[in-house]
């Protein structure tokens, strides 16, 4: 069982009036067992695992003390009355010194994600061209979730804490309170642990989609919290006041982490929006029970609606014994029409794109790692149209000559397939049908054993 926690970061402007992406998702692993202990550690530059490797035993359920106040049974009972559904129990609050809070984002993301996942991950992205060589993936991540935290709702205590001193009774204290409570009240009702919402089975992009929902909800119901209970004008008086204190963490993370950091929140609102629009907070309610599973669904709302449009499964075979001795497939994951999205928008802007991401029918990637610094990539698309994989594979190739510009050379071209080279490496494309192939490889012979196993693209 995984424990879930819902973060609150500060210092995330506002989207619109009251648009507000205060909130990050982590995952913690159960069974730790902790000793109580006070600290105070500086925690740059150490990342999560570094920490970890240092074997501090913090008991946090004993670092923070119980909270109960008339205000937040009053936003309590706000809540469930804008979003139409009951609390069994009333949330609970506790308060917590950021120290022991900054400790268990860390520790976080070390057992959400193994050094060795988080490195997969890291490589995958560098290999894509979405973040840079000397990028750090944990480091990043680790950055951005412990610069500015405020507090969270942890699915396992059912609780939100609340990092002690942060609060100020501010009117945005209040509304994004309302949204971390809309997080117990869903978990009450749906259980955000258990499938359908959490499925050990689900990639990157089913896990981005049902978060959204998630997410989606509890933006939409903060945002009438905020027009029925709160001075618009004092809110938006706040929101210039504190604008001067920056998220520099966020902003210097790569465009991708950026946006997928973002997503949930910002495209997650409109789609509980139009869910609400076609069937009020019923269908809401049924899209907990039958949770959206791509994150194509999310930015086009009425794939999901309509019912017709889920993910295709694309099936891959592990290729790794065909590749040789010293291979292993370190990651296999998912390229949602999100991740295609942001990867053409940051190489070929955002025309491309739209023409290269519309038409998402499903994904496979695997990342193979072979000897040295050798490594195979390889990337399987479902389109919804034939003309759909014919679109892709055109801006694709304009994707390469954009990241590599004067590098990039031309080894072979036909009507159906390229092969183009840059940075002593391979890219390989080919259109069957309503598929396509893409293959990175080191060297043409590495290239030719991996396409061996797919013997019905040229």
Not at 138 to 160: N, P, R
Not at 320 to 340: P, Q, R
Not at 400 to 406: N, P
Request: overall charge negative.
């Amino acid at each position: 069982m995984k424990k879930s926690l819902f973060i609150i970061l500060l210092a995330v402007s506002l989207l619109a009036v009251a648009e507000m992406a205060l909130v990050f998702h982590l995952v913690l692993g159960t069974g730790r067992v902790y000793k109580p202990v006070e600290f105070d550690l500086s925690f740059k530059p150490f990342t999560a695992s570094e920490l970890l490797d240092f074997n501090l035993e913090v008991d946090t359920a004993t670092c923070g003390e119980k909270l109960q106040s008339d205000k937040l049974d009053t936003i309590d009972k706000r809540v469930s009355e804008i979003r139409e559904l009951s609390f069994e129990k009333p949330t609970l609050f506790r308060e917590c010194p950021e120290s022991v809070v900054r400790y268990e984002l860390m520790e976080s993301i070390a057992e959400e994600s193994s050094k060795e996942e988080l490195e997969a991950d890291d490589k995958l992205l560098q290999a894509l061209g979405l973040i840079e060589p000397d990028e750090d993936l944990e480091e990043i991540l680790t950055d951005v979730y412990t610069e500015q935290v405020a507090g969270f709702y942890d699915t396992e205590s059912k609780s939100v804490t609340i990092v002690e001193g942060k609060s100020t009774g501010s009117v945005m204290d209040e509304v994004t309170m309302a949204h971390e409570i809309t997080h117990a009240l869903q978990d009450q009702q749906f259980n955000l642990e258990e499938p359908p919402l959490e499925n050990d089975d689900y990639n990157g992009d089913n896990d981005l989609a049902v978060l959204s929902l998630v997410e989606g909800d509890a933006m939409t119901t903060m945002l009438k919290y905020a027009r029925e209970y709160v001075d618009i004008a004092k809110l938006m008086e706040e929101e210039l006041t504190g604008s001067e204190v920056a998220s520099e963490e966020l902003e210097d993370a790569p465009p991708y982490i950026q946006r997928s950091l973002m997503f949930p929140y910002q495209e997650g609102m409109l789609f509980v929006t139009a869910l609400e629009k076609s069937g009020g907070k019923p269908a809401v309610d049924d899209a907990f029970r039958d949770p959206p599973l791509a994150s194509e669904q999310i930015m086009h709302p009425e794939k999901y609606i309509d019912g017709g449009d889920g993910p295709r499964e694309v099936p891959l075979s592990d290729i790794a014994g065909s590749l040789g001795d010293g291979w292993e497939m370190i990651n296999e994951d998912c390229m949602g029409e999100f991740d295609v999205n942001v990867w053409f928008e940051q190489y070929s802007g955002l025309i491309a794109s739209v023409n290269a991401a519309g038409g998402w029918g499903g994904n496979s990637i695997q990342y193979y790692q072979g000897p040295g610094d050798d490594y195979v990539l390889i990337n399987m698309f479902a389109w919804d149209t034939p003309g759909d994989a014919e679109e892709f594979s055109g801006g694709y190739a304009e994707l390469l000559e954009d990241r590599f510009e004067d590098e990039l050379k031309e080894v072979e071209r036909d009507s159906t397939r390229f092969v183009l080279e840059a940075d002593g490496e391979l890219f390989y494309c080919a259109v069957v049908g309503d598929r396509t192939l893409c293959v990175q490889a080191p060297d043409q012979q590495a290239l030719d054993t991996a396409l061996e196993n797919f013997p019905e693209y040229p």
